[in-house]
């Protein structure tokens, strides 16, 4: 029975000291470090190119619609029957396309926006948890989102060390 007893206590007092025990906070502006990293202005610059070249071609096409469409307008009266309806299935064949190609245009531009932006993002993940666990955090949490927050706890500065980031 003295055994079972100063087991219990045994247990109890570890698992005390356990539930007692301080957990390490830290907070970050993790946009201010994401924004600094180089790689993301590089991104940035390579992805507003994809991007204009997407919206430059959905122009392209949307000024042949119009252009197509005002010819049409304008001579409609003087066409036959079977002019005016392919001139109409024409202008509808290019609206189909039009919007097949931005529906296309979307999804290539939120794929080429995962294949830049993900590897900057773990490797921002990557130093914040290796800031974590090199200085002792438990938790990191961005401040932008926090209502308070102590200053001293702020563990930007460590990662834009880890990113290399002056």
Not at 90 to 99: F, V
């Amino acid at each position: 029975m003295k055994k079972l007893i100063l087991s219990l206590f045994i247990v109890a007092f570890a698992f005390s000291g356990i539930t007692a025990q301080k957990f390490k906070y830290g907070h970050i502006d993790g946009n201010a470090v994401y924004r600094k990293m180089p790689e993301v202005q590089k991104a940035d610059t390579v992805y507003s190119q994809f991007v204009k070249q997407l919206e430059d071609q959905i122009k392209s096409m949307q000024d042949e619609y119009n252009k197509k469409l005002e010819e049409f307008k304008k001579n409609e009266a003087s066409l036959s029957d079977i002019i005016k309806q392919t001139k109409i299935d024409e202008l509808k064949s290019l609206g189909e396309r039009i919007q097949k190609f931005q529906v296309s245009a979307q999804t290539e531009a939120n794929k080429k926006q995962k294949e830049i932006y993900d590897p900057i993002r773990k490797k921002f993940n990557d130093a914040l948890k290796n800031v974590a666990k090199k200085y002792g955090y438990r938790f990191i949490i961005d401040k932008n989102a926090l209502l308070y927050y102590d200053d001293s706890d702020d563990v930007t500065k460590l990662v834009e060390k880890e990113l290399g980031i002056n």
